[in-house]
């Protein structure tokens, strides 16, 4: 199995800017696709950004041209970084991976996994 580990959340004043990490870790794996979403109070969990290996990158709307995501395989590790942040990216994000995961007497596996969450809080 693999464990995502979200951090980099905080609080920060209107303009300024954040960059979260997912660091992976556990069982051998590869990665189809990587994505932030992110869910405010009273709202539905929204995808932010999505890319896969092959560089393919996908934003919301609200957030093209402030947001941008990125993998390092190496670390294991996923980024978003978050510039001119605005009240309404106030949420908790989450970090999600669509992997093939290596598991000992079954081989390869697809596998969805979802980290814990770190909140991002933006003051007006």
């Known amino acids: 199995q693999v464990q995502l580990v979200e951090s980099g959340g905080g609080l920060v004043q209107a303009g300024g800017s954040l960059r979260l990490s997912c660091v992976a870790s556990g069982s051998a794996f590869t990665v189809n696709a990587m994505a932030w979403y992110r869910q405010a109070p009273g709202n539905e969990r929204e995808l932010v950004a999505s890319t896969t290996p092959a560089g393919n990158t996908n934003y919301a709307d609200s957030v093209k041209g402030r947001f941008t995501i990125s993998i390092d395989n190496a670390q294991r590790t996923a980024y978003l970084e978050m510039n001119s942040l605005k009240p309404d990216d106030t949420a908790l994000y989450y970090c999600?991976?669509?992997?093939?995961?290596?598991?000992?007497?079954?081989?390869?596996?697809?596998?969805?996994?979802w980290g814990q969450g770190t909140q991002v809080t933006v003051s007006s």
């Open positions: 999600n991976a669509d992997l093939n995961v290596l598991s000992s007497g079954y081989g390869w596996r697809r596998s969805t996994n």
